[in-house]
Structures are given as structure tokens and as C-alpha cells.
């Protein structure tokens, strides 16, 4: 994603209202990784702009997303997602903290269909799951394996 310089200008030259809201938006999308929602990012905009609305926030999440600043990510875990990284790229889902991660395949091959059914692909998108480097470690120290011999180890 550009940087909230760069996206205030792409407004402009678009003839888009630039907003103080829609600067704040920028900012808290400009190189955020943790993909977050919708309501998530009205949160923590409303913490430091009380009285910005959550229509100005799909809104204005939706013009990013049209002018292909912005991916829209849905992994079936609840809400759409936002990635502001826009490079080809695909994503690691934890099954315990929910949290989405980027990641790249190394090596993999072009993939495609092998049925002529008329399908037009717009997109290839891989999701791996399972879980994070917290909550694995997390999951070791809960196991009744590894608290029996972290007593026999005492």
C-alpha cells in the first residue's frame, strides 16, 4: 500500500474528499500486517477521532479496495479482512488466535484448471492453517504430556 502522502494525492487527483477521517484511515492501514476488520479499525480510529462514523470507514475501505490499493481478504473465520499489501502473496491462518499472517510460497507452480468448464480465474489464492508461533508454544506448556515433564524435571 502506498503511504498516506501518496494515498491523499491519489485522492485528490481522483477528485475523492480527503477528509481528516479518511488521513487517520491512511495511517492506520499504512503498513499494518495484522489484516484487521472493518470494526477493528473503527475501534482504534474512534480511540483517536471521537465521532469518526463506521460508514466512513467501509467506505472509504471500499474506494481503497476499487482503486486497488486495499485486498479484501476472506479466509472463513468471520469478517472480511484488509490487506493493505498488495503484492502476490498468499496467507497462514491460526486456528486458535485467528490471526492472519502473509506468507510466500516458495517454488510453487503455476496453477490452473484442468476442467474446461468455461471458468474465467480472476485469482489463486492458497490458505494454510493451523497455528501460529504463540499459540503452538502456548499449546506445548498446556499439553498434559509436557506439564508432567516439566514436573519430573523439577
Known amino acids: 500500500m502506498r503511504s498516506p502522502t501518496e494515498l491523499a494525492q491519489v485522492f485528490r487527483d481522483k477528485q475523492l474528499k480527503l477528509t481528516p477521517q479518511r488521513q487517520l ?3 492506520l492501514l499504512h503498513q499494518n500486517q495484522s489484516h484487521p476488520t472493518a470494526e477493528s479499525l473503527y475501534e482504534v480510529a474512534s480511540k483517536q477521532m471521537p465521532g469518526i ?3 466512513t470507514i467501509y467506505q472509504t475501505l471500499g474506494e481503497l479496495a476499487e482503486m486497488g490499493e486495499l485486498q ?5 473465520i468471520g469478517a472480511t479482512r484488509f490487506d493493505p499489501n498488495i503484492a502476490d502473496h498468499h496467507h497462514f491462518v491460526c486456528e486458535s488466535c485467528q490471526a492472519i499472517h502473509d506468507v510466500d510460497i516458495l517454488s510453487a507452480p503455476k ?4 476442467s474446461g468448464e468455461g471458468f474465467a480465474v480472476n485469482e489463486v489464492g492458497v ?15 498446556k499439553s498434559p504430556g509436557s506439564q508432567a515433564k516439566n514436573k519430573a524435571s523439577k
Request: hydrophobic share 35%.
Open 53 to 55: 462514523s463506521l460508514r
Open 25 to 27: 484511515l491512511f495511517s
Open 127 to 141: 490458505v494454510f492453517r493451523g497455528h501460529c508461533n504463540q499459540c503452538n508454544h502456548k499449546q506445548q506448556f
Open 111 to 114: 496453477m490452473s484448471l484442468q
Open 72 to 76: 479484501l481478504v476472506d479466509v472463513g
